[in-house]
């Protein structure tokens, strides 16, 4: 059997034209009032995608918002705290009701601490893996329940290049930038078959306003990975926007439990 005789061979001639076509698919960006997760709700709303900003900051949320729609994109703002179960589950629930599915959610919400490992207080290192994890991991859950019942669905978590390698005053963000990496592929083991993909984007150090609260309290962590980096420069939180389209789209068909380091080549040196 050859090409000319099996579909499953042949290549319709608008093929590349549906490829990453986001068009009216539904997603959720948690963390989209601020910096990267605000950069990938703006960027879906320009592939027409009807997007769903979960924060807890709501100002941070309306300015994403305002942004989507003066560029003629489609959003709504949700308040969502993505360590309370109840309220994610609510969101869930929220979402498929106003939109009748989910077809995409990035878990972007994030934070930081820095402290030397000897002294990290108990309560910070309880908050940023409450936040980063266990926070990715109950909207995973939530949302990913109803991707299940539609039989397709795509997650993209925030990992980070702290999720491969160490850098000082950090424990806490490591540990839970590694574990966002082991949720991302036991979801993607478990969930294939059903149609779920789930995958994680891995950035380098980038600008954003986590960034700049993170080196008020030191910038030793952050010269560490600028000492490392092939270039002297932070990412853009817009650099993220191809990767969260290709993840999101029938492009990456094939690819789950994948991480698409956007590190500017960091993991290479
Ligand atoms: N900035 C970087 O250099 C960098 C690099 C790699 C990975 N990341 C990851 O990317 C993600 C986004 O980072 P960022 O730089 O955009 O940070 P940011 O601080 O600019 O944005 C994070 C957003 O998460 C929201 N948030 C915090 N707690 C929340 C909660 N409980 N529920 C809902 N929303 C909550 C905040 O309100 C904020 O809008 C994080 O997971 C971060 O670890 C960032």
């Given amino acids: 059997m050859?090409?000319?005789?099996?579909?499953?061979?042949?290549?319709?001639?608008?093929?590349?034209?549906?490829?990453?076509?986001?068009?009216?698919?539904?997603?959720?960006?948690?963390g989209g009032g601020s910096g990267l997760g605000a950069a990938i709700a703006i960027g879906y709303g320009q592939a027409g995608v009807r997007v769903v900003i979960a924060d807890i900051n709501d100002v941070g949320s309306a300015a994403t918002k305002a942004t989507i729609a003066a560029q003629g994109g489609s959003a709504e703002t949700l308040h969502l705290d993505v360590t309370d179960k109840?309220?994610?589950?609510?969101?869930?629930?929220?979402v498929v009701a106003t939109y009748g599915r989910v077809d995409i959610l990035v878990n972007s919400a994030g934070s930081a601490f820095r402290a030397p490992a000897e002294d990290f207080p108990e309560e910070k290192f309880d908050f940023i893996l409450n936040l980063n994890l266990k926070g990715t991991y109950l909207c995973c859950q939530a949302f990913g329940r109803k991707m299940l019942a539609q039989r397709k669905g795509s997650i993209i978590n925030l990992g980070s290049i702290g999720?491969?390698?160490?850098?000082?005053?950090?424990?806490?963000?490591?540990?839970?930038k590694g574990g966002v990496l082991g949720v991302t592929r036991g979801l993607a083991l478990e969930w294939r078959d059903r149609g779920i993909r789930v995958n994680?984007?891995?950035?380098?150090?980038?600008?954003?306003?986590?960034?700049?609260?993170?080196?008020?309290?030191?910038?030793?962590t952050a010269d560490f990975i600028r000492a490392?980096?092939?270039?002297?420069?932070?990412?853009?939180?817009?650099?993220?926007?191809?990767?969260?389209?290709?993840?999101?789209?029938?492009?990456?068909?094939?690819?789950?439990?994948?991480?698409?380091?956007?590190?500017?080549?960091?993991?290479?040196?």
């Fill in 200 to 220: 994680a984007i891995g950035p380098t150090l980038m600008e954003s306003p986590l960034t700049r609260m993170a080196a008020q309290r030191t910038s030793l």
């Fill in 86 to 94: 109840t309220d994610v589950d609510a969101a869930a629930d929220h």
């Fill in 163 to 176: 999720s491969f390698v160490g850098y000082p005053w950090a424990s806490a963000y490591l540990a839970s």
């Fill in 2 to 30: 050859d090409a000319a005789t099996d579909d499953r061979l042949t290549i319709p001639a608008d093929y590349l034209a549906t490829l990453f076509d986001l068009r009216d698919r539904v997603a959720v960006v948690t």
């Fill in 228 to 269: 490392r980096m092939l270039r002297p420069r932070l990412g853009l939180p817009r650099e993220l926007i191809g990767a969260a389209v290709f993840l999101a789209s029938d492009a990456s068909d094939l690819v789950t439990g994948h991480t698409l380091m956007c590190d500017d080549g960091y993991l290479a040196a």
